[in-house]
């Protein structure tokens, strides 16, 4: 059977491999590579409400029943929404409760 020279490459080539002795590597790339960041998929809640319903993302549910999640090592981007979810709560409604939820290694934030 005939085949072009360039579909016998293609067979040959990475992409028609198994997945497991693949590899992938740029000569351009010296550093060493960042371990992964974990990757949590973000729930959904749907309510019904009047003659529909409405879908929120879970931490957006909580907020709204004044309950903030701190989750992952503190760094200035985390502590900014933290700090601007308590902002909103307290201007809200200064008499409720803030529920804060804190599930961290630690972390450092500049002053």
């Known amino acids: 059977m005939f085949m072009c020279r360039s579909f016998q490459r293609l067979i040959r080539s ?3 491999k198994p997945a497991s002795s693949r590899t992938f590597t740029s000569a351009a790339s ?6 992964p960041r974990s990757w949590t998929p973000t729930p959904f809640v749907t ?9 929120y993302d879970i ?9 903030v999640c701190l989750n992952g090592e503190v760094d200035d981007t ?15 409604n ?5 529920h804060l939820y804190i599930n961290s290694p630690g972390g450092s934030v500049t002053a």
């Open 14 to 16: 990475n992409l028609f």
């Open 30 to 35: 010296t550093s060493a590579p960042s371990p």
């Open 47 to 55: 309510e019904t409400v009047g003659g529909g319903w409405h879908t």
């Open 59 to 67: 931490f957006s549910r909580l907020l709204k029943e004044r309950i």
């Open 78 to 92: 985390l502590s900014a929404a933290i700090v601007a979810q308590l902002l909103f709560l307290e201007a809200d």
């Open 94 to 98: 200064p008499e409720k409760p803030i």
